[in-house]
């Protein structure tokens, strides 16, 4: 296993930045942190995975701090184990059965890989951050988790889904992943090509909710205000709890109550 690990300067929140490429971001704003903490962890120890790692850099500005993972190009990242295990690649995600240049699987398990195809184990950011911090992710293909109240989560994705719990400000934008909130208190801005984005308890005072293929569930409680923009070409979207603000609801499986 490698870990490289960075601490804020100073004590208080922060503005965070994360680029992540490949892996697994897990987010905690917890009210009795300080400062704060990021640690970043592969089971790899050599490789491109553990190189990248090692070679993560941070730079700090008064209360902004920003993380990058460095880019494995063509990376192929390995996920899970046995029949439940997953292959992803910076041009996205496929499952077993699936052909992928340059590798070879025997009984579902890799045992090769051409020397033009770097092969990786996930890349884990654990990060912990004070009270009222804020949040940029921008990945390719990592999962973004949230736990606690952070001010602002923004996230940039390409197949990553993105998780959270409470937020008071959500700017998602993904192609083929997941966005998912327990509770939004402001601003939602929520945007994928394939993937779904369900919240379910919203309570701001704007949501602009769009996908092209993906579904669409949102349910509002009477403290939402100002409007609800709900829209999808070809997926189902269901806005519930929303009468008293007229949403604008729009796709061919549309549903508003």
């Given amino acids: 296993m490698v870990e490289h690990a960075f601490n804020a300067d100073s004590t208080g929140p922060v503005v965070f930045n ?105 890349i884990e950011a654990f990060v912990t951050l004070p009270a009222l911090s804020s949040l940029a992710v921008v990945t390719t293909a990592a999962d973004t988790t949230v736990y606690g109240d952070p001010a602002r989560l923004m996230v940039r994705s390409v197949s990553g889904d993105v998780t959270a719990q409470t937020v008071r400000v959500l700017d998602a934008h993904t192609t083929s992943g997941d966005v998912a909130a327990e509770n939004v ?30 579904d669409i569930h949102l349910t509002a409680t009477r403290g939402a205000t100002g409007f609800i923009t709900a829209r999808s070409v070809s997926g189902d979207v269901k806005v519930t709890g929303a009468r008293h603000l007229t949403p604008r609801v729009h796709s061919v499986y549309a549903l508003a109550h």
């Fill in 18 to 122: 994360l680029v992540l490429p490949l892996g697994r971001a897990i987010v905690a704003v917890d009210p009795k942190v300080r400062t704060a903490r990021v640690t970043l962890r592969t089971e790899d120890t050599t490789g491109p995975g553990a190189d990248a790692v090692r070679r993560a850099t941070c730079r700090q500005n008064g209360r902004q701090m920003s993380v990058q993972v460095p880019e494995i190009p063509g990376a192929v990242m390995m996920s899970g184990s046995g029949g439940g295990s997953r292959v992803t690649q910076t041009a996205g995600t496929v499952a077993f059965g699936q052909a992928v240049t340059g590798l070879t699987f025997v009984n579902g398990q890799l045992v090769s890989a051409g020397t033009s195809v770097p092969t990786i184990r996930p």
């Fill in 185 to 214: 208190t402001g601003e939602l801005a929520a945007h994928s090509v394939s993937g779904d984005v369900r919240v379910f308890s919203y309570r701001g005072d704007t949501a602009n909710v769009t996908t092209t293929s993906g």
